[in-house]
């Protein structure tokens, strides 16, 4: 083999060298790049994830918040509505008990007020108060049960009250009280809308 030859084989040789040498370095630098692009690809997804389900609960807390706000306001509504039915009612509860107040009726339930409370007291000394617009019936019926009976000086709607002042105790049944006590317990029972299990 002549010089020349050799030198181009041994040119042939480097170049084919640094053909694979490049090669492989062009590889490498490939992979590295393919790996860092999958581990950019991998974050940038995650951190999508990350804030789609921060948005979603966002979203949720923010839609839980107004249904919150909005049945607040449904049972202020329902509650003003039925204040308004429950002071409709009572008007009319009213009106009939006035009513009832002109019958004999009610002159039978004045009578076994003022009987049960002078039962009652006993021996004890009892004062029967009457409403002021029951003082038509008010001497006949303290003649027929031997009672002392006053005229209040304020209305309570009829019924009558009582004082057995010895024992410091006051029977109330006038109407006003029971009424009282009525609207204080009245309460309004939701119909339907809702299954038992």
Known sequence: MTTEEKLKHFQDICMTDARERSAKALDEYMSALEKTYEEHTADAERRADMEVEAETEKLKREINKKLSIGQLDLRREASRRQEGLKDKLFVELRDRLANFMETREYQALLEHQVKAAKEFAGEEHIIIYMDPSDQDKAQRIAMHHN???????????????????????????????????????????????????
Request: net charge negative; hydrophobic share 35%.
């Open 147 to 197: 009672a002392e009976i006053k005229i209040s000086e304020y209305s309570f709607n009829g019924g009558i009250r009582a004082v057995i002042p010895d024992k410091h105790i006051l029977i109330d049944n006038s109407f006003q009280t029971k009424l009282e006590e009525a609207r204080h317990a009245f309460k309004f029972e939701e119909l339907g809308g809702r299954q038992s299990d």
